[in-house]
């Protein structure tokens, strides 16, 4: 239940609301990674396009990501209120209005969308729609709260960037493409799950079923193993259909069983490092594979 003292702040935050604080709204660290897959999958893909089309077409998938984000912050600020990690955020600190943080992600999500399609083409501007609307209503309304296989699902929000890269040169869905949205896929639930584990008096304070709240810490770890046990082959696959080079799968094969050993020491953990080291991985572990992929094309490694 919202106290009277924050029910006031929030009344009031537009006056004190600063360029800052709406930029913090974009969750620019998580944008960063979303728009570098974005960008890779558009290096990956085959054919050209113009440089400042290319620029575009990603400007539009961080403005996107951006926007999305604005709007999860909206729709949670109530448990945002009540998590270590989100009390600071904008909104439920009072410096940002619910209703501007709302028009704010709305107005963003359009332009960018409409940007995409009248630049650069429809089938990158329809992807970029999708990915917006089903992370809003699909993972943030529907999933977050109501199962422990939100983050499973829900996933699917961040792998579409690669796909809207490749479609901004290609105009449409290849298999490379899904292969890279099945990476991140397969990626998604072992590095939220981490998080999860660390910060698991969060989400059982704020009532968000993440899987060690529901199942507990133990079953949590044992899924984390399995899928970065099955992340391992998804990650050479890139290179099995002939988008990546031997640079990359040798790194992805490298990274990939580095995860595969961060999982087993959570699995076997008796506090909370571990996982955090594992988050911490996770990001670097993606990073890593997707600046392979873009320094391969860039250089001319990727076979013919």
């Not at 099955?230 to 290179?239: F, M, Q, V, W």
């Not at 490092?273 to 320094?295: C, D, E, N, Q, Y």
Request: net charge neutral.
């Amino acid at each position: 239940m919202t106290d009277f003292s924050t029910d006031f702040s929030l009344q009031h935050a537009a006056a004190g609301s600063s360029a800052r604080d709406f930029i913090e709204l974009l969750k620019p660290r998580v944008m960063s990674l979303v728009v570098f897959t974005g960008f890779a999958g558009l290096v990956a893909a085959p054919g050209h396009i113009h440089p400042v089309l290319a620029a575009v077409a990603v400007l539009c998938i961080a403005v996107g990501a951006g926007a999305s984000a604005a709007i999860n912050m909206w729709y949670d600020r109530d448990i945002d209120a009540v998590m270590t990690r989100t009390a600071r955020r904008p909104i439920p600190s009072g410096r940002v209005d619910p209703a501007e943080a709302l028009a704010f992600g709305v107005v963003l999500a359009v332009v960018s969308v409409v940007v995409m399609g009248l630049a650069v083409n429809w089938t990158a501007a329809a992807l970029l729609a999708l990915a917006t609307l089903f992370y809003v209503f699909v993972y943030t309304i529907w999933l977050k709260r109501r199962t422990p296989q939100n983050i499973v699902i829900g996933g699917a929000a961040g792998a579409f960037p690669p796909m809207i890269g490749w479609a901004a040169v290609t105009g449409g869905v290849d298999l490379g493409s899904v292969v890279l949205f099945t990476l991140i896929f397969l990626w998604t639930p072992p590095h939220f799950w981490a998080l999860a584990l660390f910060r698991n008096a969060d989400y059982t304070r704020a009532g968000v079923p993440m899987m060690p709240v529901v199942a507990g810490p133990d079953s949590t770890r044992r899924q984390m193993l399995a899928y970065t046990l099955i992340l391992l082959p998804a990650g050479a696959a890139p290179y099995a259909v002939g988008i990546a080079g031997p640079a990359y799968l040798a790194g992805a094969l490298v990274m990939g069983g580095l995860f595969v050993l961060c999982a087993l020491n959570v699995l076997w953990a008796t506090d909370d490092r571990p996982a955090k080291r594992m988050f911490g991985f996770s990001i670097l572990h993606l990073f890593t594979l997707f600046a392979l992929l873009v320094g391969e094309h860039l250089t001319g490694g990727v076979p013919s």
